[in-house]
C-alpha cells in the first residue's frame, strides 16, 4: 500500500478453506455501489497462527484507501504458483462496521495455476421488517468444550429487550455453528448466526453454561469473541482467555461510545506513533475498550534481551486463581514502539488480561512459522498486584527446536523484622548527558516516614548503564517501613545539565502499587515533587467474583466501600468535630462553620471512595456497604441536629436583643 495514502476502511473478511493452500499471495478486491478498492493481500491469519489448513476458518483483516459503500462483490485472485492446482473455500462474511455481508453460493473455487479470478457476490440477509440478523464469532481455548452440556449466548439491548442463542447441545442432530460440524471444539474458531427481534444497540452480553447432568462438571474454555448486531453495534474483540463452568456465568457490560484507535501509551497519554499495517490492523479489531469485566487483571512486563528478533512473542501468566491467562502477543512496546525486541533492548508491555491471582510461573513463546527467528533472553520482571516477580532467563534461547519455555517465579529470603522491600521504575526518554555519567537522588515520603536521599547508579535491567534513551530500568532497595508513600522527590546531580524522565513508578511488594506518574524536564539541582496516587488494589487470593455476584439487590444507587475501621475511624473523628466545636453567636461565623464542616465530610468520603475502590469478598462488599448507609445516615442527623442548633442560637440572640431594646 502506498504510504502516501490516506486509510479510510478497514475490512474484516472470514472464509473456510476446504481444499487446497493457496500460500501468502492471494489478494482481493472489495466492489461496491461506490466503487472497488485497491488489490489488497490477505496477509497474517487473525484466528490461527497458519492460515489455509483443511477445514480452518480464518478471520484476515484488511486496509484500504477506498470506501466503496454497501458490498455485492469480492474477487479473489492468485499471484503464485502452489503444490495445488485449485483452492476450494466457502462461508465468505467480510464486515464493514456494523454492516455484515454473507455469500450467495455454497461453495467457491481459485484456479491457482492461472490468472482467472473468482467472483464471490455477497449480500446483506434478508430479513422480515420486525427482525434483526445477529452473528457471533467465537474462538476456543486449549480445550473442547465439555460433553453433555449447552453454552447459551444472550445479547442484552437498549431497548429492553434481549435475543439467545444455544451454541450446542446433544439433544439436536447439527451444531447450530455455521462453518462447522461440532461447535466449540479445541482451538476452533465457530460462526453463529440467527434471526430475533430487534434489540437496539448490544449493552450486555452474558455467557452461560448448562449441564444435562446435574453432577456432572462441565466447562468450556474461551479465548476471544466478538459479536455483531447488522447495522447497529459492533462489540469489537472481547478478549476473555478464561474457563466457564456450570457453576457460574460471565457478564460483560458495554460502553455505548464511539470505538476509535487509541493514543494512549500505559497509563499516561503521549503523542501519537505510526504504526505499521499489523499494528494499525490489530488496532481496529481489538476495539474491546468498550468491554467492562470483572476479572481483568493489569500486567507490566519488563523483558530485556541479549540477541534480538524479528518474530513474534507471546507470554502466559499462571497463577493460583486461573492456570492460565492465555497468550498475550508482546506487540504493543511502550518505550521502542517502532522496533521492539532489537539487540540489547529493555522493552515494557503494559498488558491487560485475566486476571490469574498470584504468579508463580510464566510461559515465552517464539513463533516460528514464517521465519527462522531466535531470541536469547537476558533478565524477565512482571509487576502485577503490586508484586514485582523475577524470572532467571539469562542466557535463555528461543529458537526452531525450542520455541517456547516455560519460568518459574524466584524467591527471595525473608527480610529483616521491620524492613520492606521497595521497587522503583523509570522511563527514560532523552538521554541524560551525552558525555557525563549524572544520576538521580530520590526521598519517597510516606505516612509513617521517609527514605532516602537515595543514589541510582545501578539497575536490574539495565546494571551499571541507566539512563539512557528510551530506557525502562528498575531499582530494588530494602529499607524501613515508611507506610503508604505519599511522594517522591526527584533530584538531578549537580554534573547533570538537564534530563526528561518521562514517567516514574513506585511500587511497595506486596502492598502499594502507584502505577506510572508523569515526570517531565529535570534542570540540574532543582529538585521535583511528584505526588503518588493513594492506595491501589493490593494483591489478592479470593476467587474470581462475576459482575452478577457484586451486584447489590435492592440498590439505586452507587456507593463508595469503606471497611468498617475506617468507618468507625471517619464516625470517631466526626463526633468529635461536632462534640468540640465552640458556642458561636455570630452568625456569618456560623455559616462559614457550616461550609468548613461540609468541606471536611467530603473530603473525607472522596479519600475512602478513592482508597476503597475494590473489595477483597462479596461478604465484604456487603458489609462496606452496610456501614457507610448506616454512617450517611448518622452523619446527616448530626449536621440536621447542629444546623438546629444554630436556629436556636439565633432565635435566643434575636430575643436578647429584644429584651435590651425593651429595657433601653
Not at 429492553?160 to 474458531?189: G, P, R
Not at 479489531?285 to 524479528?310: E, M
Request: glycine letters at 6%; one cysteine or more.
Amino acid at each position: 500500500m502506498n504510504g502516501t495514502q490516506s486509510i479510510i476502511k478497514n475490512y474484516l473478511l472470514i472464509l473456510k478453506t476446504l481444499h487446497g493452500d493457496p500460500g501468502e499471495n492471494i489478494t482481493v478486491i472489495i466492489k461496491g455501489n461506490s466503487g472497488q478498492t485497491e488489490k489488497i493481500s490477505l496477509g497474517k491469519s487473525q484466528s490461527y497462527h497458519k492460515a489455509f489448513k483443511h477445514n480452518q476458518t480464518d478471520l484476515f483483516l484488511l486496509l484500504s484507501n477506498i470506501d466503496v459503500s454497501k458490498i455485492f462483490q469480492v474477487e479473489f485472485c492468485a499471484n503464485t504458483n502452489s503444490k495445488f492446482k485449485e483452492w476450494r473455500f466457502n462461508n465468505i462474511f467480510i464486515i464493514d462496521g456494523t454492516h455484515i455481508y454473507r455469500d450467495v453460493t455454497s461453495e467457491h473455487s481459485l484456479l491457482l495455476s492461472t490468472d482467472i479470478s473468482t467472483m464471490v457476490n455477497v449480500t446483506e440477509p434478508l430479513i422480515g421488517s420486525q427482525e434483526s440478523f445477529y452473528c457471533a464469532f467465537i474462538k476456543t481455548g486449549n480445550d473442547s468444550c465439555s460433553k453433555g452440556c449447552y453454552p447459551t449466548l444472550s445479547l442484552f439491548g437498549n431497548n429492553q429487550q434481549h435475543t439467545d442463542i444455544n451454541m450446542k447441545s446433544s439433544y439436536h442432530m447439527h451444531s447450530s455453528s455455521t462453518n462447522n460440524n461440532i461447535a466449540l471444539e479445541k482451538y476452533q474458531f465457530d460462526i453463529f448466526q440467527w434471526q430475533d427481534y430487534n434489540i437496539g444497540n448490544i449493552e450486555r452480553i452474558r455467557l452461560q453454561l448448562y449441564s444435562e447432568n446435574k453432577e456432572s462438571k462441565c466447562q468450556w474454555p474461551i479465548e476471544w469473541m466478538f459479536i455483531i448486531h447488522n447495522g447497529y453495534s459492533f462489540t469489537g474483540r472481547i478478549v476473555l482467555n478464561r474457563i466457564i463452568k456450570t457453576d457460574r456465568f460471565i457478564d460483560i457490560g458495554l460502553e455505548q461510545k464511539i470505538l476509535s484507535i487509541p493514543n494512549e501509551y500505559g497509563d499516561s497519554s503521549r503523542c501519537q506513533k505510526k504504526y505499521d499495517d499489523n499494528i494499525f490492523l490489530s488496532n481496529i479489531l481489538n476495539k474491546q475498550s468498550n468491554a467492562i469485566s470483572d476479572d481483568i487483571g493489569r500486567y507490566y512486563v519488563i523483558i530485556r534481551n541479549i540477541d534480538g528478533t524479528n518474530g513474534n512473542v507471546y507470554i502466559n501468566f499462571h497463577g493460583d486463581l486461573l492456570s492460565s491467562s492465555g497468550e498475550q502477543h508482546l506487540i504493543k512496546c511502550e518505550n521502542y514502539p517502532d522496533h521492539p525486541f532489537d539487540s540489547k533492548h529493555t522493552d515494557l508491555y503494559h498488558i491487560k488480561a485475566s486476571e490469574v491471582g498470584h504468579i508463580h510461573s510464566v510461559s515465552v513463546r517464539l513463533d516460528q512459522t514464517n521465519k527462522d527467528h531466535s531470541l536469547t533472553l537476558d533478565c524477565l520482571y512482571v509487576i502485577h498486584n503490586a508484586i514485582v516477580h523475577e524470572f532467571d532467563v539469562k542466557y535463555n534461547i528461543l529458537n526452531k527446536e525450542q520455541p517456547k519455555k516455560k519460568y518459574i517465579s524466584l524467591t527471595h529470603p525473608p527480610l529483616p523484622i521491620g524492613k520492606v522491600c521497595y521497587y522503583i521504575a523509570t522511563h527514560t526518554t532523552d538521554k541524560i548527558l551525552s558525555r557525563t555519567n549524572a544520576n538521580f537522588k530520590v526521598v519517597v515520603t510516606g505516612t509513617k516516614g521517609i527514605f532516602g536521599p537515595m543514589e541510582f547508579r545501578e539497575s536490574l535491567t539495565n546494571g551499571n548503564n541507566p539512563f539512557e534513551k528510551e530506557c525502562i530500568d528498575l531499582f530494588h532497595i530494602e529499607d524501613d517501613d515508611i507506610g503508604d508513600p505519599i511522594s517522591i522527590t526527584i533530584t538531578l546531580e549537580p554534573n547533570g545539565n538537564g534530563a526528561k524522565c518521562e514517567r516514574i513508578m513506585v511500587i511497595k511488594n506486596g502492598e502499594y502499587n502507584s502505577l506510572w506518574q508523569l515526570v517531565g524536564d529535570l534542570k540540574s539541582k532543582e529538585s521535583k515533587t511528584i505526588s503518588l496516587p493513594i492506595q491501589q488494589q493490593k494483591s489478592t487470593k479470593n476467587q474470581i467474583i462475576s459482575v452478577e455476584d457484586l451486584h447489590l439487590k435492592n440498590v439505586d444507587e452507587i456507593t463508595p466501600l469503606y471497611t468498617i475501621e475506617q468507618i468507625n475511624s471517619l464516625e470517631t473523628k466526626t463526633q468529635q468535630h461536632i462534640e468540640t466545636k465552640p458556642i458561636i453567636n455570630n452568625i456569618q461565623t456560623s455559616l462559614l462553620s457550616d461550609y468548613h464542616h461540609d468541606n471536611l465530610i467530603l473530603t473525607e468520603i472522596e479519600d475512602h471512595q478513592k482508597r476503597h475502590i475494590f473489595a477483597s469478598s462479596l461478604y465484604q462488599a456487603q458489609q462496606n456497604y452496610r456501614e457507610l448507609r448506616r454512617l450517611l445516615r448518622k452523619m446527616n442527623g448530626s449536621i440536621q441536629k447542629e444546623k438546629k442548633t444554630r436556629v436556636s442560637q439565633k432565635q435566643s440572640i434575636g430575643s436578647t436583643r429584644q429584651k435590651t431594646n425593651r429595657i433601653s
